[in-house]
């Protein structure tokens, strides 16, 4: 049989708590806070301008090397085409798609 003072007492164990941080609960504001605006724009700089240029050529760099060890894979190609316009275009499309999403 279930004893219903046990029953009772395991809701009001977690009701209570629930109805004391629902009575607490402020307002939240999505997309107010601006404290990473400095490290994303440094980070957006370097891959849109030197830094994703750099990781462009290490990219076809490595598939140059692949090539010259005789193995030929059309992904030795394909990765730093991918890498330019990931690097390249790819940044900008993200940035606009999470400011949409926010």
């Given amino acids: 049989m279930i004893n219903t003072t046990q029953t009772n007492r395991r809701a009001s164990d977690y009701l209570i708590p629930a109805a004391i941080a629902l009575l607490c609960a402020t307002a939240a504001y999505a997309g107010a806070d601006n404290t990473f605006d400095p490290a994303l724009a440094k980070f957006t700089d370097f891959l849109e301008g030197s830094g994703g240029k750099i990781i462009t050529v290490l990219s076809l760099a490595a598939g140059l ?18 890498v330019g316009i990931g690097v390249g275009t790819g940044v900008p499309i993200v940035t606009s798609v999470v400011t949409a999403v926010i």
């Avoid at 005789?70 to 730093?80: D, H, T």
């Fill in 65 to 82: 090397i692949g090539l010259a060890s005789g193995r030929f894979s059309l992904g030795q190609i394909a990765v730093p085409v991918g």
